[in-house]
């Protein structure tokens, strides 16, 4: 990592080098100024490296270190080193039909005449704060049924704004049961995955066929049309 990398690891392995035989001290401190310690020794090549305790996630944190030899003189600390914790994130797809007489966001499992339909989401981090930059990738799946092999119609990637949204339209589908999955990877690399089942049914009824009858004279007629 560099300093003020994100990471999706909430146990970091921190080392370098200083001078043999002596005692290194980290100082982890958090964004509220909270400080904590731990200690390694230093071998003898100079070489030395601490596993830290549990981060926490989304919280930044700043690594300094100092040495101890054993008269007990202690060094200036070393440069800070900034690392960002985030090792969560969650995204929503929500499906919207824009066309036809029934229009408005859409129920997994719903039937739409909408052959290009508007995905969209909220992309959040583990303690409910937007996570920005996050890109989504989108597909959707047309279902052959039946234990068939399915296959990928559509797919495209979108990326969240400041506020976490982010939003993409299909390309045409046709007839036939979807999976739409939304699968996004935040900054530090979180996955998580949202689907959603849909059925395009673009076919208009048969035209119906009416059968008149006259009660007086009982004669039947029929009419076919629109």
Do not use: C, H, K, R
């Not at 392995?13 to 100082?27: H, I, S």
């Not at 996955?191 to 004669?219: I, K, M, R, S």
């Amino acid at each position: 990592l560099n300093s003020g990398d994100v990471t999706d690891d909430t146990i970091l392995v921190v080392a370098g080098t200083g001078e043999a035989d002596q005692t290194l001290t980290l100082y982890l401190e958090d964004s509220g100024a909270t400080v904590t310690t731990q200690t390694a020794s230093i071998n003898g090549s100079g070489v030395w490296s601490i596993d830290t305790n549990t981060l926490v996630d989304f919280e930044t944190y700043s690594l300094t270190a100092t040495i101890t030899d054993e008269a007990g003189n202690v060094s200036s600390a070393s440069s800070a080193f900034v690392v960002n914790i985030d090792a969560d994130t969650a995204v929503t797809l929500v499906v919207t039909d824009s066309i036809g007489s029934i229009t408005g966001a859409l129920t997994s499992g719903d039937l739409t005449d909408d052959d290009a339909l508007v995905l969209s989401g909220v992309a959040t981090n583990s303690d409910t704060s937007f996570d920005e930059n996050a890109v989504v990738t989108i597909t959707a799946t047309l279902d052959s049924g039946s234990g068939a092999s399915s296959s990928t119609i559509t797919s495209g990637t979108a990326t969240t704004d400041a506020s976490g949204v982010w939003s993409l339209t299909t390309t045409t589908l046709t007839d036939g049961d979807y999976v739409i999955t939304a699968t996004i990877a935040d900054v530090a690399g979180n996955p998580n995955t949202a689907t959603f089942n849909v059925t395009v049914d673009l076919t208009a009824p048969t035209v119906p066929v009416l059968v008149v009858t006259d009660g007086e004279a009982g004669v039947d007629a029929t009419f076919t049309g629109a």
